[in-house]
């Protein structure tokens, strides 16, 4: 133990970065959390439950977010980026930039204050399907439990109302970007994932037919915080989802878009038939799959669900989806590789089993990493001192996730105790 | 340590709607009147300011113990207060302003009851001070198993800076690893094999000076506790006679990498009848020592196979998980055997292919290769043909479609089955065998023998020999893997400072068993530190209470030892449990068990629970105003009433509510207690049991479940309704639901009436 070692910066909140805090803090290291989006969690504060063993992910999160508040070793930064980054292994020095949240966390916002607003911002956190107010709480779990003011999406006559009924201390309108200059030990990068942009999937419609959603907007249908409160609806005419189809590889293993296989929409795709099925007891599920990737102790999910008898599993491509003009059902154009018969199934609700892409395909850290040709960080053979975990690294669920990102703080950890 | 004076400070919130929907007056007067708090008074917020105007209090007041009336104690960090004050918070935000009417007496008297649950609550709180044993914590880490996952945690636990020994049954360090030709890719751009580097990393350990390395020696046996574990090494051979005790040494933690055998395979397919059919291990084997793929039955080089993949129906039945290995195992051997002569043909039957992640593009290079052939369909027949070679014949490839191919090999995927024990199985096993012998009574030995029977297959199974009560190894979940939280917390194991890793823990390839052993030296490392600070690990992490037995009233009954999910607890001959503390996890499972009530913690007891309750007014039968106890988990079902509050949702005023370590530390006692208190029901809620139970502390739900039948008993003896106490299940996000159970219960009793014993 090096009780005197410079701390450990992660970089990126979700399951990974939080794990890879907790489990060096707890070593008795210090850690430096620094998160871009307004609360810890990532991605999975965003599902409904886990496969296999369909459990809430906050369940999981509560854990954590107490090993979080308990620890005086780990300070966490939302609302910020790292903008710089260099140094050696032992001795780097960052720059943080923490956007300003315009809420100050000394005082709680009280309910009535987000009643009276008007002015409304696209819920990302629902995946844009609903609104929240200006002023917004980011979801009920929320970590920090604080809080956050969308400054753009605020109307003038709001803001006046806020600095009427809000308490000064609560709110601090002139709040202003923070610059953070840090030296740190070592770094672990765990900046996640997104899904693919579906739009690029032409055949696949969506966008043009509301009918046709993603798995990560399956998730929130789902969930009881999400815009339906847990019913799974057609966006088009609110209806129960009674026949549904799942699409997979949409976008991944396809040259054209994803080369490599996302690794958990299988299983995501399969445990969405169940909340189908656990949520409305007549409701079909059909899964169109190229292979069924339950790895591990998985496939005894996927045994289960050949149960079941109205969830089918066909194996073929989709070519083409087309919707009915009047109903709004969604119509398919399916190969049935099998047969090599061509099917043309109808369903009233279609869930794109969209894939991975890691966020640092698109955002770079500002330091010299090497990536796949996807964007993936290459693990093995970063720069000597930082290190990186979870989805950054390649596409993978949650208990690999958890895993290598325990690796990794370790070794943060051996770079921090060198020459001891 | 000096025994401080208790000096309670009480601190009531007003603002956040608590002065509008209570008598703020009236609160305070509880805390002066009633209880004589030295120091009380309101504060207009306890956040930002008003914490700040808190803090100032505790240090110009000399407090050590406080109480805050106001926000959720999840909404605090615990550095914002002094490390030596007791700090206990009552959210009657989230619990009472928001989910009652505001300005109702039963508001009131709940806020009141609170105030008063939590002063007697404090007022029996002690200071913790973290346990140290005798003897220094040892911060060496021993690894058992030398294959990649072993090699790897050594490898990474000595750069760490930490003394390791790697113990290995075989002669040679590798494991599997060291018998591959080669690896699949694991660098960008994921194409080409590459190879396994396992002599480096063997050299690698070699050269450390900080791991011993033993070989041709296993575990003999394992006495202790973290930090404090001794270890005997016997001989597996290597010239010494085998289990001849060769070494004894002190680590402060273990990691368990026993990898994996291959599995049997399927019978149908003719394994071990003809000679040319064989396993992907063999062919590993022929491809490693010869440097190519000759015919077993006749040495004729090979140039075709065929390589059969688990899958079809027979897979279902055959086996219930996938090896996460085999695909990529057979895209690679079908490689070898292109490399090794361009006109030889691999075929690969299978249901699905599994090349997740990056993989994807190994499955691509290998496609493209024109001398593979990969077809999906069922493989129902593998037979002898005129040539001498096999012909394997597949069934479905499409609809109805049967094709056959003439092979020289035939080769099968078989899985990987971990290397591990289910240590609580051969406890029981050994337990029936003592009873099938001196068992009390005929009936009881001829259900021993039946158990001894289906437990059979755990004899001599042993692998670290632990000597636990609860038996050599760690205990195991489905399929033998060792039990976890598998998806958020891999490595926590019921064995504490024992942490499994490798294909020992799940199917996993050669790179994931070396990222998954990087994180178990992690997990070492912090149970040896934090051992030292004589501080909890996961879930409690940090923790520094540990339990204690007032060992003068026990009578020896082992409830605390059979039921305790980490293992802690050792017997002496008597039958006296033997506290090993650094191996405990501090859920209060023996609190709950103990039927004595002689098991307590510092910060939590029977007394002190049993306390609040008695803190509570009951009001008098003719008031018509019922009071129910309810008893919630603090990891899951007590956050979740947080979230009822935070919807607003309102219920029955007449509920309540403690929080417990865990339902498994609930006390029997508290039924008695809160009855003869004149409660009139008792609402238990804990978190999901079963296979896919969702309990942080494994078995604790689950325990308090199976001491229903007990609580029963107790409600007959004192001529009460068994309605009177219901356990619930509830996830964390099924906050809903508690506002349902409670005004559920409320009309339920409005339904059988008062409790008779109130008052009395
Ligand atoms: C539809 C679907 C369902 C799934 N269901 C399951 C399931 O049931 N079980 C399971 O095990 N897995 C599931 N997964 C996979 C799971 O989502 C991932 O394993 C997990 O999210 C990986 O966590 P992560 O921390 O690596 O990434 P993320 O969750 O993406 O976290 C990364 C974090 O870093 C932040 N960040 C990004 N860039 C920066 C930056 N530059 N600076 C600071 N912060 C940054 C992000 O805001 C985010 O909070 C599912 C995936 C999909 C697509
Ligand atoms: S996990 Fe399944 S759906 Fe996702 S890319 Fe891989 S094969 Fe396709
Ligand atoms: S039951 Fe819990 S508190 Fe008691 S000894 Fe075991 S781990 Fe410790």
């Not at chain 1, 292979?291 to 045994?303: C, P, S």
Request: aromatic letters at 8%; a negative charge.
């Amino acid at each position: 133990m090096n009780a005197d070692a410079k701390p450990i910066l992660v970089i990126g909140g979700g399951i990974a970065g939080i794990t890879a805090a907790v489990e060096a803090a707890e070593v008795g290291y210090r850690v430096v959390l620094v998160e871009k989006e307004a609360y810890l969690g990532g991605r999975v504060m965003r599902m409904y439950r886990y496969f296999p063993k369909m459990c809430p992910p906050t369940c999981g999160f509560e854990i954590n977010a107490r090993r979080i508040r308990q620890n005086p070793r780990i300070v966490v930064h939302t609302q910020s980026t790292v903008e710089e980054l260099s140094g050696t292994a032992g001795d780097f020095k960052v720059r943080i930039r923490k956007r300003p949240r315009y809420v100050t966390g000394k005082c709680s916002v009280d309910d009535s204050v987000l009643e009276r607003l008007t002015s409304t911002r696209v819920n990302d956190f629902n995946q844009g399907m609903d609104e929240t107010k200006a002023l917004y709480y980011p979801h009920d779990m929320a970590y920090p439990p604080i809080h956050v003011l969308d400054r753009e999406a605020l109307s003038e006559a709001d803001e006046e109302l806020l600095k009427e009924i809000c308490p000064p201390e609560a709110l601090d309108l002139e709040m202003e970007e923070e610059e953070l200059k840090i030296g740190v030990g070592a770094v672990i990068v765990a900046t996640g994932w997104q899904p693919y942009d579906a739009t690029k999937l032409e055949h696949l419609k969506f966008g043009k037919c509301p009918n046709v959603l993603t798995n990560v907007m399956m998730e929130r249908l789902a969930a009881r915080g999400g815009p339906t409160r847990g019913e799974i609806t057609r966006p088009s005419d609110g209806k129960s989802a009674e026949n549904v189809a799942f699409v997979q590889c949409a976008g991944s293993r396809d040259e054209n878009h994803l080369p490599y296989c996302s690794a958990v929409c299988c299983m995501a795709s399969m445990k969405q038939a169940r909340y189908l099925r656990e949520k409305n007891e007549n409701a079909k599920a059909t899964i169109f799959y190229i292979d069924i990737r339950a790895v591990g102790r998985l496939e005894k999910f996927y045994f289960d669900l050949l149960e079941d008898s109205n969830i089918s599993f066909v194996k073929g491509k989709v070519a083409e989806i087309n919707e009915h003009p009047e109903t709004r059902d969604l119509i398919l154009d399916v190969e049935d590789t099998l047969s090599g018969e061509k099917l043309n199934q109808t369903f009233d609700l279609v869930v794109l089993a969209t894939g991975i892409v890691p966020n640092s395909a698109e955002t770079k850290l500002p330091i010299e990493l090497k990536y796949d040709d996807y964007g993936f960080i290459d693990g093995t053979t970063s720069i000597d001192g930082v290190y990186a975990a979870g989805c950054a690294t390649r596409p993978c669920d949650v208990s690999r996730t958890t895993k290598d990102s325990t690796a990794a703080a370790l070794k943060a950890i051996q770079c921090l105790n060198r020459g001891e | 340590m000096i025994r401080m004076e208790d000096k309670i400070g009480v601190f009531i919130c007003t603002g956040y709607g608590i002065a509008e929907a209570l008598d703020v007056d009236a609160l305070c007067k509880v805390a002066t009147e009633e209880y004589s708090v030295p120091f009380c008074t309101t504060v207009d917020s306890c956040e930002g300011p008003g914490l700040d105007s808190i803090n100032e209090a505790i240090e110009a007041q000399s407090l050590n113990k406080v109480v805050i009336a106001g926000i959720s104690p999840r909404r605090y960090v615990d550095h914002q207060f002094p490390t030596a004050v007791i700090v206990e918070k009552i959210a009657l935000r989230e619990h009472v302003v928001w989910c009652q009417p505001a300005g109702e007496e039963d508001t009131q008297m709940l806020a009141e009851d609170y105030l008063r649950m939590y002063i007697t609550k404090i007022q029996k709180m002690g200071f913790l001070e973290p346990f140290q044993p005798e003897e220094d914590i040892d911060t060496s880490i021993l690894v058992v198993g030398g294959g990649v996952a072993g090699i790897t945690a050594a490898l990474e636990a000595a750069a760490a800076g930490y003394e390791v020994k790697l113990v290995e049954k075989t002669a040679e360090l590798g494991g599997w690893l060291a018998k591959q030709h080669k690896s699949v890719p694991t660098r960008p751009p994921y194409r080409e094999l590459e190879d396994t580097g396992v002599d480096e990393l063997i050299a690698r350990v070699q050269a450390d000076p900080r791991i011993q390395v033993y070989t041709s020696a296993t575990t003999g046996a394992i006495e202790g506790a973290p930090g404090l574990f001794d270890v005997t090494l016997k001989s597996a051979g290597n010239g010494k006679p085998v289990d001849e005790a060769i070494d004894k040494f002190r680590v402060g933690a273990i990691i368990q990498a026993t990898g994996w055998t291959p599995k049997d395979p399927r019978e149908d397919l003719e394994y071990g009848k003809l000679d040319d059919v064989i396993r992907n291990v063999e062919l590993e084997a022929l491809v490693k020592d010869k440097g190519r793929i000759v015919r077993p039955s006749d040495g004729k080089e090979v140039k075709s196979i065929a390589f059969i993949q688990c899958g079809g129906s027979a897979a279902k039945e055959h086996h219930s998980y996938c090896s996460s290995i085999c695909c990529l195992t057979s895209l690679k051997q079908a490689l070898y055997l292109r490399e090794s002569d361009d006109d030889a043909k691999a075929y690969i039957f299978y249901e699905f292919i599994r090349t997740p992640g990056q993989y994807e593009d190994f499955y691509r290079r290998v496609q493209e290769d024109p001398g593979v052939f990969l077809t999906r369909g069922e493989v129902v027949d593998v037979t002898r043909n005129e040539d001498g070679g096999l012909t394997v014949t597949v069934r479905n490839t499409m609809p109805g479609e049967h094709i056959q191919v003439n092979v020289d090999l035939v080769v099968l995927a078989a899985g990987m089955v971990p290397n591990s024990a289910d240590g609580e199985a051969i406890r029981a096993l050994e337990d029936a065998k003592l009873k099938a012998t001196d068992g009390k009574s005929g009936a009881q030995q001829k259900e021993a023998a039946e158990k001894v029977e289906q437990l059979a297959r755990h004899e001599g199974t042993e692998i670290l020999n632990l000597a636990y009560r609860q038996g050599p190894d760690l205990p195991t979940l489905e399929y033998d893997f060792p039990d976890s939280h598998f998806i958020c917390f891999p490595y926590e194991s019921r064995r504490t400072g024992i942490y499994p890793t490798g294909a020992v823990r799940q199917p996993m390839d050669g790179l994931a068993a070396r990222e998954d052993a990087g994180g178990a030296a992690l997990q070492a490392i912090q149970c040896i530190e934090m051992t030292s600070r004589g501080e909890a690990v996961h879930p409690r992490s940090g923790d520094k209470s540990y339990p204690d037995f007032f060992l003068q009233r026990c009578t020896q009954c082992k409830r605390c030892t059979e039921e305790c999910p980490f293992g802690v607890l050792d017997e002496d001959a008597k039958g006296t449990p033997l506290l090993r503390a650094t191996r405990c996890r501090r859920c209060g499972v023996c609190m709950g068990a103990c039927p004595e009530r002689i098991v307590s913690f510092k910060d939590y007891s029977v007394d002190m629970v049993a306390s609040m309750l008695k803190a509570v007014n009951v009001p008098d039968e003719w008031d018509e105003k019922p009071r129910i106890a309810a008893f919630l988990c603090e990891n899951d079902a007590f956050p979740a009433l947080d979230l009822a509050g935070q919807h607003r949702i309102q219920f029955s005023p007449f509920v309540r509510v403690i929080p417990v370590r865990c339902l498994g530390s609930f006390n029997l006692v508290w039924v008695t207690e809160a009855i003869s208190a004149g409660y009139d029901g008792v609402i238990l809620i804990g978190c999901k049991y079963g296979d896919d139970y969702q309990c942080h502390f494994v078995k604790g739900s689950e325990l308090a479940a199976s001491r229903q039948t007990n609580v029963r008993e107790k409600l007959e003896q004192m001529s009460m309704e068994n309605e009177r106490v219901e356990l619930h299940q509830l996830q964390i996000s099924e906050y809903e639901r508690i506002p349902e159970i409670f005004n559920n219960f409320a009309e339920l009793i409005e339904e059988i009436g008062m409790n008779p014993f109130k008052g009395m």
